[in-house]
C-alpha cells in the first residue's frame, strides 16, 4: 500500500533481530522522547510504552470539546466516563459501580465509586457529572456533544435559555446522580460510555464560551483517568505519566508517549525500539509477513473507522440526486480497496459500523464501478460533455477535494478519485491540507465542495442523529454535506425509541437504505484495524470501540 524504500525493509530484519538480542537503542529527534531517554528511566525503574499516530493531537484535551481521533485517544486515558467499555465491547463498570433503569425506562440512576479522586487530588462526586452534562446543553458551549444530552427532560429548554437548569438532571446525593428522558431514549447508555467527565473545580471557573482557548487548561488537563499528562510538543508527541491513584488499579507501565510518527518510517522505528505500538496503514504482504517472521505481533479486527468522500450540497453542482449517485458509480472504490488494502479492507455502501449490530446484510445498491451508468446519470440531470469535460447553462464541472494529509491510504485514493471523475468529465482539483483545516472548511455552510474524510463510529448507530438529523444539520460540526432529509430523520428517531435490539436493527436497515439512495456521501471503505506491537509488551488488547481496555494491566519489559 505505501510504497517504502526497499532499503528500509531490506534492513528491518536484521534490526528486528538486534532488538531481540541486544534490547535495542534508537534515537530520533532530540526533543522526541526516545529509547535513550527510555534507558534512562529503565534504570531509575521506569517503564515506558511509545504509540504511534499519523497526526498531531490539535490539544483540545477535553471530552466535551475534542473532535480529532487523536485527541480522543490521549482524552480516553486522562478522563473516565461514568461506563467503561471492554475488549469485547460490552458495558463494565466506570466511575459508576451500578447503574439501574426505572421501570418504565426512562430514568437512569448511576451509584458512583466513592474512592475516585481527580489527578489534583480534589474528590470526585455527583456535582461532576451534573456539571459535565450540563455545560453540554449551555447556550454558550462551542463542543458539538448537545445531541448527547437533548432528549433528558429541561435540556433543550436550558439550552434557549428558558430554564436555569436541566431537570432531568438530579443529584440525588454525593454520590448518587438519575437522568430522566422525555422519551425511551436506546442509545442513553452508549453514550454515556463516550463521554469523559470533567472536573467541575476547575471548569466552573471559566466562561464556557471560552473553554477552547483555555489553552493552560487544555494543554494540562486534570482527569480520574489512568494517566496523567505531563507534556505537549504540536506535531511531535504527547506524554503521559501513571496516575498512582486510579480507581482500577495503579498502571504497570508508568509512561505512555503518543508520538506523530512518518508513515513511511514507522516500521523501522518500531525495529529500533522508537515505538511499540503501530496502527498499521500498510497492508502489503510482504510488510506483514516480514514483521511476523522477526517476532513482531500482529493483531487484525473489524474496525469501526470508515472512509467517505463527502459533497457539499449547498453547492449546486451536488444538489442533484443523480449527480451524487452518478459520482458514486464514476468511483472504482472495489479498485482503491484492491490496490491499497488488499485483504485487509472492503467497500461500504451505508455510514454504519461493520463491526457492530445494525449494518444492514441486504436491500443495498451496491454502486459497483460503472462509468457508462454514471455519464448516463449525470446527462439526466443536465449536464452535457464539450471537449471531455461536461458543462451546465454554460458552466463547466470543475470543483475542488480536500485532502487531509495524514492517512497514507485516504492520500493515495485521491489521485484515483481524481483520474475516476476526469473520465466521466469532471475536473477535480486536489487540495491537501492538515486535518484541523479540513475540519474548519466544514463548519457551517461548508467552504469547500468535496472532501475525503473518515469518521470512528460509537458503539450504538444510535449517534446518527450527531450526523444527519435535519433537526441539527445547522449546528452539527457532523453533518459535513449538510443532508437534510424528513425520512431519515423519522428513521433515526424511531430507532432512538425502540429497545429490541432485533426491532431497532430493521429500522436502521431502513435508514441505511434510504442514506444509500440518496448518497450525500460516497461510502468508500473500511480498514481493518490492524495493530503491530513490540512482542515485550503484554496484556495489549483493543477493540474497534475501546483503544486501551484495561490499560492498567498491560506490561511492557525494560
Not at 453542482?317 to 472504482?332: L, P
Request: glycine share 6%.
Amino acid at each position: 500500500m505505501i510504497r517504502r524504500k526497499n532499503k528500509i525493509l531490506a534492513g528491518m530484519l536484521s534490526m528486528l533481530l538486534s532488538i531481540l538480542l541486544l534490547n535495542g537503542c534508537g534515537s530520533t529527534s532530540a526533543e522526541i522522547p526516545t529509547n535513550s531517554s527510555a534507558d534512562n528511566q529503565s534504570s531509575r525503574g521506569e517503564s515506558v510504552l511509545r504509540y504511534a499516530v499519523e497526526s498531531s493531537p490539535k490539544g483540545l484535551f477535553s471530552p466535551l470539546l475534542s473532535n480529532t481521533t487523536y485527541d480522543n485517544n490521549v482524552n480516553s486515558l486522562v478522563y473516565s466516563p461514568l461506563i467503561l467499555l471492554d475488549e469485547n465491547n460490552d458495558f463494565k463498570p466506570g466511575l459508576a459501580d451500578k447503574y439501574e433503569f426505572s421501570g418504565d425506562n426512562l430514568t437512569v440512576t448511576f451509584n458512583l465509586r466513592k474512592d475516585v479522586k481527580w489527578h489534583d487530588g480534589e474528590d470526585f462526586t455527583a456535582d461532576d457529572v451534573a456539571f459535565t452534562f450540563t455545560s453540554m446543553a449551555d447556550q454558550k458551549y462551542t463542543g458539538s456533544r448537545f445531541n448527547e444530552i437533548s432528549k433528558i427532560v429541561g435540556a433543550q429548554d436550558y439550552h434557549d435559555g428558558k430554564a436555569d437548569s436541566i431537570s432531568g438532571i438530579k443529584v440525588i446525593d454525593k454520590y448518587t446522580i438519575s437522568f430522566t428522558y422525555s422519551k425511551v431514549y436506546a442509545p442513553a447508555l452508549s453514550n454515556f460510555s463516550q463521554r469523559g467527565i470533567i472536573p467541575k473545580h476547575i471548569w466552573s471557573k471559566v466562561n464556557v464560551a471560552d473553554w477552547d482557548k483555555q489553552s493552560d487548561l487544555l494543554n494540562k488537563p486534570v482527569g480520574t483517568g489512568p494517566y496523567k499528562l505531563i507534556d505537549f510538543k504540536p506535531d511531535q508527541y504527547v506524554e503521559l505519566a501513571k496516575n498512582d491513584s486510579y480507581f482500577g488499579g495503579a498502571p504497570k507501565i508508568d509512561k505512555f508517549i503518543f508520538k506523530v510518527a512518518n508513515t513511511e518510517t514507522e516500521l523501522s522505528e518500531l525495529a529500533k525500539g522508537d515505538l511499540d505500538i503501530v496502527e498499521l496503514s500498510s497492508t502489503k504482504e510482504e510488510d506483514l509477513k516480514m514483521l511476523k517472521d522477526a517476532g513482531i505481533k500482529i493483531e487484525e479486527k473489524p474496525s469501526a473507522n470508515y472512509q467517505f468522500m463527502t459533497m457539499n450540497s449547498n453547492r449546486d453542482f451536488f444538489k442533484d440526486k443523480r449527480v451524487r449517485q452518478a459520482i458514486t458509480y464514476a468511483i472504482n472504490r472495489k479498485g482503491i480497496v484492491d490496490s491499497l488494502l488488499g485483504e485487509h479492507g472492503q467497500v461500504i455502501n451505508a455510514p454504519i459500523s461493520l463491526a457492530g449490530w445494525a449494518y444492514p446484510k441486504s436491500g443495498l445498491n451496491t454502486y459497483d464501478y460503472n462509468a457508462d451508468k454514471a455519464k448516463e446519470l449525470l446527462k439526466e440531470a443536465g449536464w452535457i460533455e464539450n471537449n471531455g469535460v461536461l458543462e451546465k447553462d454554460g458552466k463547466k464541472f470543475e470543483v475542488d477535494l480536500m485532502v487531509p494529509t495524514g492517512n497514507k491510504v485516504r492520500e493515495q485514493s485521491a489521485p484515483i478519485i481524481q483520474q475516476n471523475l476526469k473520465d466521466v468529465g469532471i475536473i477535480v482539483n486536489i487540495s491537501t491540507m492538515d486535518v484541523a483545516s479540513a475540519m474548519a472548511k466544514t463548519k457551517g455552510q461548508g467552504d469547500y465542495d468535496m472532501g475525503l474524510l473518515g469518521f470512528t463510529l460509537e458503539v450504538d448507530p444510535g449517534d446518527a442523529d450527531r450526523y444527519w438529523s435535519s433537526s441539527i444539520a445547522n449546528n452539527s460540526q457532523f453533518n459535513f454535506s449538510n443532508f437534510i432529509n424528513a425520512k431519515s430523520d423519522e428513521f433515526i428517531e424511531k430507532a432512538a425509541t425502540t429497545i429490541d435490539r432485533n426491532e431497532r436493527k430493521e429500522v436502521y436497515a431502513k435508514w441505511g437504505q434510504l442514506l444509500n439512495d440518496e448518497a450525500p456521501y460516497v461510502f468508500l471503505y473500511s480498514q481493518n484495524a490492524i495493530r503491530a506491537h513490540n512482542p515485550k509488551l503484554q496484556g495489549y488488547k483493543y477493540s474497534a470501540y475501546s483503544v486501551f481496555p484495561d490499560i492498567q494491566n498491560w506490561t511492557i519489559s525494560k
